[in-house]
C-alpha cells in the first residue's frame, strides 16, 4: 500500500513543507497537502509520486524561484490532484519524459505555457482550469490525453500540439485567446473531439504542416479569423462540426489540402459540447441523496423543497440524456429567491449549488454571497470592473446577490451605478450560463421591480422560488433546534408560551422569522446569565443547560 505523508505547516508530527515531504517520501507516495498557500519550486527527477489537496480546491502553489518552473518533473511518475499552481514568469508545469496525470487542478502562469509537455513524456489532464499565461497548453513530442478540461484568458496560442505530438483533446473549452484555439503543426492523426472553441484573436483550430487531425463535432464560434483552417498537405477529417460567427470562410482549406468534410445533421441549436457539458461520468449519486436529505431536514419551506427536488429531478434526467448521446436543451441554473427575511433563502442557496457540483454540471460548489457594495462602484467604469471580478470569483459555483432590488434603486446622491451593474450582470450570466449560478434573493414585492430594470434580466432565471413566512408551530421548532445546537435545551414549559409568543408578534415587512427566534433566545440567554449569577452559588451542568420560562418573560420584558 502506497504511504501518505502530510503536509501541514505547524501540525505536530507533519512534514511543514511539500519539498520536506518529497525528501523524506518513497516510491509511489501520496504527499496529501494540507489546505492553505505554499511558497515553493518543486523538482522531481526519476520519482513516483502523488500531491493531492487534503480537500480540493484549498491548496494554492506559488514559486519561491522566479527562475524555474512552479513544479518540474523530468522522467518521473507524477500525479497532481485537486491544487491551484500559480506561477510567475515561468511555467506552471513543465514534464520532461515519463508520465503526468494532472486532474482537478487550477493552473496559470505569467510569460510563459501554464503548461508543457515533452521529450516522449505521456500525459492525462482531466477536469483541470488553465487560465492566465502566454500559452495555455503546450503538448510536444509527447502523447497525450486533455479531457473535460478549460483553457481561458491566453495570450497567444491557446494550446499547442507540435513536433510528433499525439493527443486527443475531448470535452474541453477554449475560449478567449490572443491568436489561435488549438494549433496544430507536424501533430500527425491528432484529434479534437465534442470541444467549444470560441473567441480566438486569429482561428478557432488552425492545421499546419503535415498534420492530419480528426475533429468531431465540435462548436467553434464567435472567431475573429476563420472558425477551422487547414494548411497545404495537411488532410484529416472535420466531421459535424459547427461554425458559427466567424469570419469568412468558416472553414478555409489550402489549395492542396486533403481534408474529408462530413456534416450528418444541423444537430441541436446549442450544441452539447465542451467542459460544461461532459458531465455524465462525474456525478456523485451518494451526495446528491446526501444534500437531499439536508434540504428535507430544514424546518417548513414545503414548496421551496417542491420546486428545488423537481429542478434536480430535470437536470439528472438531462444528465442521463446526454451521457447517452442524446440532445438537451440549454438550461440555466440562475434562480430567484423571493420572500422575508430568515426564511433560509441562503442556506437553500448553499445546498443548491453543492447539488449542482454533485451532479457534475458545476466544478465546484463554491458559495460567494455579495450585496450592492460588493457590485456598486464610485466612477464610471468601475462598477462594470467590480461586477465583473465579483463573477469571475464566482464561477464554478454560485454567486448569491442578497437584496438585489437594491441595485434597481438610487443611492439618493448624484450618479448610480446600480442599474450598470444590473447590465453588466445579464451579459455575464449569457455568456457564462454554465459556468454559474446566479441565484438573486429579497422581498417579493422589490424583486418584481427588480427584474424589470433590464429588459433581458427575467429571462435569465429559470425559476422564481417563493418562500413563505414559517409558522408559529415552525418558529418554536426552530427555536428548540438553535437551541440544542448552542449547547441549550428549553424546558416543557417553554413550548406553549413560545408558540404564543411567535402568534401574537408582529409581522410587518420587517419581521425576520428565524432571525426572530435567534434573536429571542440570545435575550433569553442574556437574562439566564442574570438568574444564574444571583443563585450565590456555582450553577450545575443542568443549569447552565436549561433556558426556562421564567428566562422568555424576563426577555420579553426587558425588550418592551
Known amino acids: 500500500m502506497a504511504r501518505t505523508f502530510l503536509v501541514a505547516p505547524g501540525q505536530p508530527g507533519a512534514h511543514a513543507s511539500i519539498a520536506e515531504a518529497l525528501d523524506a517520501a518513497d516510491e509511489g507516495a501520496i504527499i496529501s497537502v494540507s489546505a492553505g498557500e505554499y511558497a515553493e519550486t518543486l523538482s522531481i527527477r526519476g520519482r513516483d509520486v502523488t500531491i493531492a489537496a487534503s480537500e480540493l ?30 506561477a510567475g514568469d515561468r511555467a506552471a508545469v513543465e514534464v520532461r519524459g515519463g508520465t503526468v496525470h494532472v486532474t482537478d487542478c487550477e493552473v496559470s502562469a505569467g510569460f510563459a505555457a501554464a503548461l508543457s509537455v515533452a521529450g516522449g513524456a505521456e500525459a492525462e489532464i482531466t477536469g483541470t482550469r488553465i487560465t492566465g ?3 495555455g497548453l503546450v503538448i510536444e513530442e509527447s502523447d497525450g490525453l486533455v479531457d473535460r478540461c478549460e483553457v481561458r484568458d491566453i495570450v497567444d496560442d491557446a494550446v499547442i500540439v507540435r513536433l510528433g505530438a499525439q493527443a486527443t483533446i475531448r470535452h474541453s473549452t477554449v475560449a478567449g485567446c490572443g491568436f489561435r484555439g488549438v494549433y496544430m503543426y507536424q501533430a500527425g492523426g491528432s484529434r479534437i473531439e465534442r470541444c467549444d472553441i470560441s473567441r480566438a484573436g486569429d482561428a478557432g483550430i488552425a492545421v499546419a504542416d503535415q498534420s492530419f487531425p480528426t475533429i468531431d463535432e465540435c462548436w467553434v464560434h464567435d472567431t475573429q479569423g476563420p472558425g477551422i483552417t487547414v494548411g497545404r498537405g495537411c488532410g484529416g477529417v ?7 460567427n466567424t469570419a469568412e470562410p468558416g472553414i478555409h482549406l489550402a489549395e492542396d489540402a486533403r481534408t474529408e468534410i462530413t ?10 459540447v465542451g467542459a460544461a457539458k461532459a458531465t455524465g461520468g462525474r456525478q456523485d449519486a451518494e451526495q446528491v441523496e446526501k444534500l437531499l436529505g439536508e434540504l428535507d431536514g430544514m424546518i417548513g419551506l414545503a414548496g421551496v423543497k417542491r420546486e428545488v427536488r423537481a429542478l434536480i429531478d430535470e437536470l439528472q434526467v438531462n444528465e442521463w440524456r446526454r451521457s447517452e448521446g442524446l440532445s438537451v436543451g440549454a438550461v440555466s441554473h440562475h434562480l430567484v429567491f423571493a420572500g422575508a427575511p430568515g426564511t433560509g433563502k441562503t442556506t437553500v442557496a448553499r445546498i443548491y449549488g453543492q447539488l449542482l457540483k454533485a451532479l457534475g454540471i458545476l466544478p465546484n460548489g463554491n458559495f460567494r454571497e ?4 460588493d457590485l456598486v462602484g464610485q466612477y464610471i467604469g468601475h462598477t462594470a470592473e467590480k461586477a465583473a471580478s465579483v463573477f469571475d470569483e464566482a ?5 448569491f446577490i442578497d437584496e438585489a432590488y437594491t441595485l434597481s434603486r438610487s443611492g439618493g446622491s448624484g450618479a448610480d451605478f446600480g442599474q450598470e451593474a444590473i447590465d453588466t450582470l445579464v451579459k455575464l450570466m449569457e455568456d457564462h450560463r ?5 441565484i438573486v434573493a429579497g422581498y417579493t414585492g422589490e424583486m418584481r421591480e427588480f427584474l424589470d430594470a433590464n429588459p433581458g434580466l427575467a429571462s435569465r432565471f ?9 409558522s408559529p408551530e415552525q418558529l418554536v421548532r426552530i427555536s428548540a433546534r438553535i437551541a440544542g445546537g448552542d449547547d441549550y435545551r428549553l424546558t416543557e414549559d417553554l413550548d406553549s408560551a413560545l408558540l404564543e409568543w411567535f402568534a401574537h408578534v408582529e409581522r410587518d415587512d420587517n419581521f425576520g422569522n428565524a432571525r426572530e427566534a435567534r434573536k429571542l433566545l440570545e435575550r433569553m440567554r442574556k437574562s439566564q446569565s442574570t438568574r444564574l449569577r444571583a443563585l450565590g452559588r456555582r450553577p450545575t451542568r443542568d443549569d447552565l443547560l436549561t433556558l426556562t420560562l421564567d428566562d422568555l418573560l424576563d426577555a420579553v420584558r426587558q425588550n418592551g
Do not use: M, W
Open 133 to 135: 499565461a502566454q500559452v
Open 434 to 438: 454554465d459556468e454559474v449560478a446566479v
Open 238 to 244: 472535420v466531421r459535424n462540426c459547427r461554425v458559427e
Open 395 to 399: 464561477r464554478g459555483g454560485v454567486l
Open 263 to 272: 456534416q450528418d445533421s444541423d444537430g441541436p441549436a446549442t450544441p452539447q
Open 370 to 373: 455579495v450585496s450592492r457594495r
Open 57 to 86: 480546491g484549498t491548496v494554492t502553489i506559488t514559486p519561491s524561484s522566479h527562475d524555474e518552473p512552479l513544479v518540474s518533473a523530468t522522467g518521473s511518475r507524477l500525479r497532481l490532484t485537486g491544487l491551484t499552481l500559480r
Open 462 to 470: 429559470a425559476k422564481n422560488i417563493e418562500f413563505e413566512n414559517y
